[in-house]
């Protein structure tokens, strides 16, 4: 007998379920579970982090599916982006063909794979009638005030003279990637999505999302970064007031000094009386953002008067202040702000402490030198006139009153800057008149659609003359289009939308069905997409909801689980440089997309890092053949059958207990611990039949209990088996075995399994050392260790464990 031959099977069994058409989800279904994995960037090969998101889906969809769900288990491709351009330039192709192929060879893959999605809905970003919904979104959000023209720094090649991605800029010396000339940078203007008016509905919402791990929460909130302060207006004599922003109203009386962002009006109004000023304010321009130095700045000769005090103390101008933070103007307090601290200390300016730690502080006060270094933390105030003893938080409150300030709220979280100077991405649907300005592409003229591809150093839409120059649609008169590109992020904003109806015509989804299919249940993806990807979809949905394109869905994933990486043998992420790289398509070769599904699901939990075992492979695939050839065994009447009826009332009680608990697993997405417990059911029915005649409805019961619960993750395996068993139907199709364990077994299991140290109370309480039932052979597991203790503890165990006459018994049969 040699078990069952996966080369032949898969294929056939994905025949069947194809032509069964079980994976389709009907557009009238009413609330299906919606399980997705983020889709795929079309590189063309498929790698096993992929095969692990996408088992990892596939088995929690087929799970519903046998629990009588409706699951929509959709698979698409985000197929724009600068790769598919670069692969084209070395291929001497174009990046439409070069995609499409890719489409095709990961589509081929996932199917080997045995994943069961509608594929009637799949998806490609880069099809035109997708993306000509981004155009129609954008326009939308353009009606309603959320695209702006802002400018921004760009990287820029003086010899190609085009505009780099940062991904086209390469090494520490920043050269362009195609002639190696160092890049500049330049600013220009660009368009944006105005994320940031969203900014507090996203930050406080994440709080409702417990569904999502608290890591990516925190992510997310990090990026947003609200901040909740003050304004307040110091005079600056000769020019003016001058608003600030603080978080630290309460240190106001410790201000020795005031300092203006480069990009500040005031500064540069100084900077036009003042040579020092100005050459300085040019310098910080071309300055790169990234090696900022905190103690860099220049004295303007001004003086701010500080509205605590009516002290003057003196402006700068400072590199460390951005322009686009806050009001891009600060008072600056050496003694609770770290660097406050180190710019005082290089341009030898005052520091003057007004907060103390409180008596409860870890702090002792008299342990505080604020000469030395900032004491950051609130306490109580001193030197502060008047207000000395307050709080720092009642400070803050009063402040706001007696210093005629206001409350003010800033967020880190900028524009959503989408201009891409490429070409393989969707085309933004402007068009630039000299007389009109920027002015939408009609909505019939929808879409805009990509020229053919040229290979140009600069970027190809700009040398598409014949595509690029048009009519204005307002006057008639001669315009040229927009030749920038949208971020591919736009395309993964809302596809999930757009599954619900992936075909519709005249709007980017059904409203309707999408609004009763969102959120998705269980979304599933790696965690580098923790903020980009999942603030923006969570942007979309948002302003979707609020024109009315949805209904009342304001978030977009319920639930999401951020799978682990999946490493070499050697411990190290699997990379080609350090070759130690398993190829799916390999093993699927070798031993079956089953055994891969199987291996990966049984190696840990989702969210953890596991390493790639050959003989963890071997293991579940040998698990695999002998679950078979039990089973085949059976089914040709090679099992023993007669027996003892209360041995086969235990074996019962331990198949609806595993059905209960591997259920639960399944459920809390535990999915390692459910197949644990398949494992165990069958190691017992293997034994069962070695010790004794088997029962066979119960024998058979078990095969089938454990056939299906092993279904979502071994579903070409399990097909077989089912059908040798005389299955009804498709087993990808059967019901979900009874998962209601019998009350006293679970709590007999939970006790048992949770009280280790108590066995001798527990034995007495739930008897399980009846003798009649139960032998050595049978004992699972856990039955072991409980008898190791309780042998310590002089128990009646040990008797059980060489009940003879049962041995016997099987050794007879
Ligand atoms: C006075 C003060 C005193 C501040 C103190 C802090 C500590 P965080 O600290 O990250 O919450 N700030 C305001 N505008 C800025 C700008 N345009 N560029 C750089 N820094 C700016 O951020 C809030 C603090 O950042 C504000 O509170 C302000 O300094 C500074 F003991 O005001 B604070
Ligand atoms: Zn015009």
Known sequence: DHGFDHTEIEPAWQDEWAEADIFRIPDDAEDPAYVLAMFPYTSGNL????????????????????????????????????????????????????????????????????????????????????????????????????????????????????????????????????????????????????????????????????????????????????QEGASVAFEIPGYGEVDIFTTRLDTIYGATYFSLAPGHPVAQEIADDNDEVAEYVEMAEEADEDDLDVTSGVFTGEYAINPATGEEIPVYVADYVLTDIGTGALYAVPAHDDRDHEFAQAHDIEIQQVVEPTADAEVDPADVDVQEAAYTEDGHLVNSGEFDGLTSAEARDRFVEVFDGEHHTEYNLRDWGISRQRYWGTPIPMVWCDDCGAVPVPEEDLPVELPEFVHTTGNPLDAAEEWKHVECPECGGDAVRETDTMDTFIGSSWYFLRYASPDLEDAPFDSERASDWLPVDQYVGGIEHATMHLIYARFFTKVLDDVDLLDGVREPFENLTNQGMVLGEDGNKMSKSRDNGVSPTRIIEEYGADTARLFIMEAAQPEKEFAWSAEGVRSAHDFLQSLYTLALEYARGDVATGGDTTIAEYVDREIAATAARATTEYEDF???????????????????????????????????????????????????????????????????????????????????????????????????????????ALAPAWMHEVADVARDADNVVPAVMQNEDLQQHGEDA
């Open 670 to 776: 535990r999915f390692n611990h459910a197949l644990q417990a398949v494992r165990e059911l069958v190691s017992l029915l293997r034994r069962y039949r070695e010790v004794t005649a088997v029962d066979p409805a119960t024998f058979e019961d078990g095969l089938l209990a454990a056939t299906k619960l092993l279904a979502p993750v071994a579903p070409h395996v399990g097909e077989e088996i089912w059908d040798a068993l005389g299955g009804e139907g498709l087993l990808a199709e059967a019901a979900w075995p009874d998962s209601e364990a019998p009350a006293d077994y679970a709590l007999e299991r939970r006790l048992i399994e949770d009280t280790r140290e108590d066995v001798r109370d527990i034995v007495e309480t739930v008897g399980i050392a009846d003798p009649e039932t139960i032998t050595l």
């Open 47 to 226: 790698h096993m982090g992929h095969v692990r998101v996408y088992t990892i889906t596939d088995a929690f969809a087929r799970f519903e599916r046998m629990r009588g769900e409706e699951v929509l288990h959709p698979m698409g491709w985000d197929s724009f982006g600068l790769p598919a351009e670069n692969a084209a330039e070395e291929r001497d192709t174009n990046p439409r063909d070069w995609t499409l192929s890719c489409i095709d060879s990961m589509r081929e893959q996932l199917s080997r794979m045995g994943f069961g999605y509608d594929w009637e809905r799949e998806l490609a970003t880069c099809d035109p009638d997708y993306y000509r919904w981004n155009q129609w979104l954008f326009e939308r959000f353009h009606e309603e005030g959320l695209v702006e023209r802002q400018g921004s720094e760009l990287n820029w090649c003086p010899s190609c003279e085009t505009v780099l991605a940062d991904e086209q800029v390469e090494g520490e010396d920043e050269v362009c990637w195609r002639c190696e000339t160092p890049i500049e940078t330049r600013e220009m203007d660009q368009w944006f999505l105005s994320i940031t008016d969203y900014a507090e509905e996203l930050y406080e919402s994440l709080d409702d999302l417990d569904g999502w791990p608290s890591n990516v929460r925190e992510m997310q909130r990090n990026w947003i970064g609200k």
